[in-house]
């Protein structure tokens, strides 16, 4: 084969492939990006030693998000509770993947596990990044542990999926002001809940939106194990006041409670 049409068909990337060969994350302040360690505040792994990366950009708009700095910037119209609008060169920033790897990699460095944490905004929306980073982190260390956390809309690249160990799966309920139609998509339902790798978590602020947690389980066969409850709040007494009357729904239906220790450990912050 010729030397030019070998190079075309693999690597390098012709030019106009260069653009996607990096990933856009949220900033701990402006121009640092959010790679972090940190205890996993919620849901299977809750607890748990792990190094996060937050990305950028969501293709939701929870009102009561409380990582609003991803994706409600100035000029979007969508509704968010706080009326805040963030400026998006301060708090988007887009790094080379190698470079993502390469910073998970010094982290992990100095921890005795190795459980690397993708969160946003909807990691999704980049998922053939995201493949090629951890690709890249493989190579320099094979033992990581590779949770995504998602709002459940969208399909994983079919390059990342097998890459990834565990799917935290948060399907957005009506009270997040979230169009069914966008955050309800009955066939990704029905997909997570045939994925082992997957378990729901579903926020909660009121008991009313334990109903509709039931109805979803009901009509995509979620088994009540694989689901977690966890109460809307991004500060310690309204959390705690919350799972009080949440633990009696899960004792109920037979789901797991989850906290939301982050909150109680370092309140709502960046990096944490």
Same mark, same amino acid.
């Given at each position: 084969?010729?030397?030019?049409?070998?190079?075309?068909?693999?690597?390098?990337?012709?030019?106009?492939?260069?653009?996607?060969?990096?990933?856009?994350?949220?900033?701990?302040?402006?121009?640092?990006?959010?790679?972090?360690?940190?205890?996993?505040?919620?849901?299977?792994?809750?607890?748990?030693?792990?190094?996060?990366?937050?990305?950028?950009?969501?293709?939701?708009?929870?009102?009561?998000?409380? @990582? *609003?700095?991803?994706?409600?910037?100035?000029?979007?119209?969508?509704?968010?509770?706080?009326?805040?609008?963030?400026?998006?060169?301060?708090?988007?920033?887009?790094?080379?993947?190698?470079?993502?790897?390469?910073?998970?990699?010094?982290?992990?460095?100095?921890?005795? @596990?190795?459980?690397?944490?993708?969160?946003?905004?909807?990691?999704?929306?980049?998922? $053939? *990044?995201?493949?090629?980073?951890? $690709?890249?982190?493989?190579?320099?260390?094979?033992?990581? =542990?590779?949770?995504?956390?998602?709002?459940?809309?969208?399909?994983?690249?079919?390059?990342?999926?097998?890459?990834?160990?565990?799917?935290?799966?948060?399907?957005?309920?009506?009270?997040?002001?979230?169009?069914?139609?966008?955050?309800?998509?009955?066939?990704?339902?029905?997909?997570?809940?045939?994925?082992?790798?997957?378990?729901?978590?579903?926020?909660?602020?009121?008991?009313?939106?334990?109903?509709?947690?039931?109805?979803?389980?009901?009509? =995509?066969?979620?088994?009540?194990?694989?689901?977690?409850?966890?109460?809307?709040?991004?500060?310690?007494?309204?959390?705690?006041?919350?799972?009080?009357?949440?633990?009696?729904?899960?004792?109920?239906?037979?789901?797991?409670?989850?906290?939301?220790?982050?909150?109680?450990?370092?309140?709502?912050?960046?990096?944490?």
């Amino acid at each position: 084969m010729p030397p030019m049409r070998q190079r075309r068909q693999g690597w390098p990337p012709r030019w106009r492939d260069w653009a996607e060969m990096a990933l856009t994350l949220a900033t701990i302040q402006p121009g640092a990006a959010e790679i972090f360690a940190a205890i996993q505040g919620e849901g299977l792994s809750a607890g748990r030693p792990s190094v996060f990366v937050r990305l950028s950009r969501c293709n939701l708009a929870c009102q009561w998000c409380d @990582t *609003a700095y991803t994706w409600h910037f100035e000029g979007d119209n969508r509704a968010h509770k706080d009326g805040v609008a963030f400026t998006r060169n301060e708090n988007q920033v887009t790094l080379d993947e190698a470079e993502v790897a390469a910073r998970i990699h010094a982290m992990g460095q100095d921890m005795p @596990t190795h459980r690397l944490v993708i969160t946003g905004g909807e990691p999704l929306l980049q998922g $053939a *990044a995201l493949a090629r980073m951890l $690709a890249a982190l493989r190579a320099m260390h094979d033992g990581w =542990h590779v949770e995504v956390e998602t709002n459940g809309t969208v399909a994983p690249h079919p390059a990342l999926d097998p890459l990834v160990h565990q799917y935290n799966v948060s399907p957005k309920l009506a009270h997040s002001g979230n169009p069914a139609d966008l955050a309800l998509i009955p066939e990704r339902l029905d997909a997570w809940t045939q994925d082992p790798r997957a378990t729901f978590k579903f926020v909660i602020a009121a008991p009313q939106d334990a109903e509709q947690v039931h109805a979803l389980a009901a009509v =995509h066969t979620i088994p009540a194990h694989r689901i977690y409850l966890m109460p809307e709040g991004r500060d310690g007494p309204t959390v705690h006041t919350r799972m009080r009357w949440l633990a009696e729904i899960c004792l109920t239906h037979g789901y797991a409670l989850t906290d939301r220790l982050h909150i109680h450990l370092s309140g709502d912050t960046r990096g944490t």
